[in-house]
């Protein structure tokens, strides 16, 4: 199983990305799939989650509004779509799978995609 993290820049506060999560050898339809980030000096920390086997999703406090991620089935691809981008979103972003609820210790992780926000 691969996982594929995509999507990552440079953006200016206020920016707008998209992050791409692609699997191999595993189908999301059968997961949770959720989303981490690091920022430099400071612990990983859950972005945000979907329940492929109900659409469900969570979101961190920080980025409730701005954030939305999203499965297309078709694809085997999670997105996680960032608006209002803030300098203190800027870390290493990770997407995990494997396990069928919204979690930590997922079997499979992406080898992450760097986002810097900055002017």
């Known amino acids: 199983v691969q996982l594929q993290a995509s999507g990552g820049g440079l953006v200016h506060p206020g920016g707008s990305l998209r992050l791409s999560c692609a699997a191999s050898?595993?189908?999301?339809?059968?997961?949770?799939i959720g989303w981490f980030r690091q920022a430099p000096g400071k612990e990983r920390e859950g972005v945000s989650c979907?329940?492929?086997?109900?659409?469900?999703?969570d979101y961190t406090d920080s980025v409730k509004g701005r954030f939305n991620i999203s499965l297309d089935d078709s694809k085997n691809r999670v997105y996680l779509q960032m608006n209002s981008l803030k300098p203190e979103d800027t870390a290493v972003y990770y997407c995990?799978?494997?396990?069928?609820?919204?979690?930590?210790?997922?079997?499979?992780w992406g080898q992450g995609t760097l986002v810097t926000v900055s002017s």
């Open positions: 979907i329940v492929s086997s109900d659409g469900s999703t």
């Open positions: 995990a799978t494997g396990l069928t609820y919204c979690g930590t210790d997922y079997k499979y």
């Open positions: 050898g595993l189908t999301f339809a059968y997961y949770a």
